[in-house]
């Protein structure tokens, strides 16, 4: 059953009640929250006896040891806590939350060797990802931010604007965990053949979702029109998608339609080589690319990138949505109350590497 944000809220409630019967009595913690959370998590940390303060902190007062009067921490992604951070910020601290999935913000073999575990909430805003990528390649392929801003010109190009469709066309997710297996069942529905490369993915997943898993990414490019990114950023997938691999992309797909190359990528910025993705749309290998994340972010409005006709893009948007924010806070709050009650939390990201 898909609950509403106002459903979503109201369980707010239920947990601190729960918690209540089963005894919850965590001692009061500081808690900053720096960039930004729902109002009915803030609630819920408050109702349970800890203290929240919202506020941005700067990178100089962070690596000053800003974070030494403080038990928890809850960032999103403008917040980096790299090594010379966590170890300014003294024994106090004992739980660092990333109220969303990706922790490339933070160092988490820092924080496991000060004895912090980090906590994430990979769940959360997997739906709202699921359909942006999806919104990106429909868009791409079907030439809705290039129409639109035909028509702003007022220009009338109704036969500049032929597309293609996504049926009967390979799909290549790079990365097989919930977002990918969310997008691909749903280009599955409408037609289109999922191919994967997942290193970590025991084959009987892929069986089990109809899905092609290749065991070298190259040849993943060789058979996939289409290409979506759903993997982490770590020193293995830094410009896993270079120019080399884009020109190994066919451009024509299995039902004979000369469709093109087009790729998305609503995971993390540095995966794609954003110069070689620019030089791809430039001499033709790829017809379109979208992207949701970039190597550097805020990225500059001055980016050759975006000025290409064939890019579009979003401001780092994938969990941006009311479900999800709601989602976000309420799993990242519960975490890290878990954590400072002395439990553990089975979405801690570094539990592999504390003592």
Excluded at 134 to 159: T, V
Excluded at 161 to 179: A, V, Y
Excluded at 272 to 297: N, R, Y
Excluded at 299 to 319: C, D, E, K, N, R
Aim: charged share 20%.
């Amino acid at each position: 059953m898909r609950m509403s944000v106002s459903n979503i809220g109201a369980l707010f409630e239920l947990d601190l009640r729960f918690m209540t019967l089963l005894g919850w009595t965590a001692d009061m913690a500081r808690i900053a929250v720096t960039d930004g959370m729902a109002k009915d998590a803030v609630s819920l940390l408050e109702q349970s006896g800890h203290e929240v303060v919202l506020g941005t902190i700067s990178k100089g007062d962070l690596a000053q040891g800003a974070l030494s009067e403080f038990d928890a921490i809850v960032v999103r992604s403008a917040t980096k806590l790299p090594a010379e951070v966590i170890a300014a910020s003294g024994d106090r601290l004992s739980v660092i939350g990333r109220a969303g999935v990706g922790v490339d913000n933070i160092d988490i073999v820092a924080a496991a060797k000060a004895g912090i575990p980090v906590v994430n909430a990979p769940r959360a805003s997997t739906q709202s990802v699921v359909e942006l990528t999806m919104g990106h390649l429909l868009a791409s392929l079907r030439h809705i931010p290039r129409s639109d801003r035909s028509l702003r010109d007022g220009q009338w190009e109704k036969k500049a604007m032929k597309g293609t469709e996504l049926s009967g066309k390979n799909l290549g997710l790079i990365g097989f965990g919930r977002i990918a297996q969310g997008v691909g069942a749903i280009a599955q529905a409408l037609g289109m053949s999922i191919h994967t490369y997942d290193p970590y993915l025991p084959p009987k997943v892929a069986k089990i979702q109809n899905t092609t898993l290749h065991k070298n990414v190259d040849t993943l490019f060789s058979n996939c029109t289409h290409i979506s990114i759903h993997c982490n950023l770590n020193d293995e997938t830094h410009h896993l998608v270079n120019a080399e691999r884009l020109a190994l992309m066919p451009g024509r797909s299995n039902d004979g339609i000369a469709c093109g190359n087009h790729i998305v990528n609503c995971a993390r910025g540095g995966i794609i080589d954003e110069d070689a993705l620019l030089a791809a749309l430039e001499d033709g290998t790829l017809s379109s690319a979208a992207l949701d994340v970039f190597e550097i972010e805020p990225v500059p409005a001055s980016a050759p990138l975006l000025q290409h006709p064939h890019f579009h893009g979003t401001p780092h948007i994938g969990a941006a949505t009311m479900e999800a924010q709601a989602r976000v806070g309420r799993d990242i709050a519960l975490a890290i109350m878990k954590v400072l009650d002395g439990g553990v939390c089975d979405t801690t990201v570094n539990s592999h590497l504390l003592g």
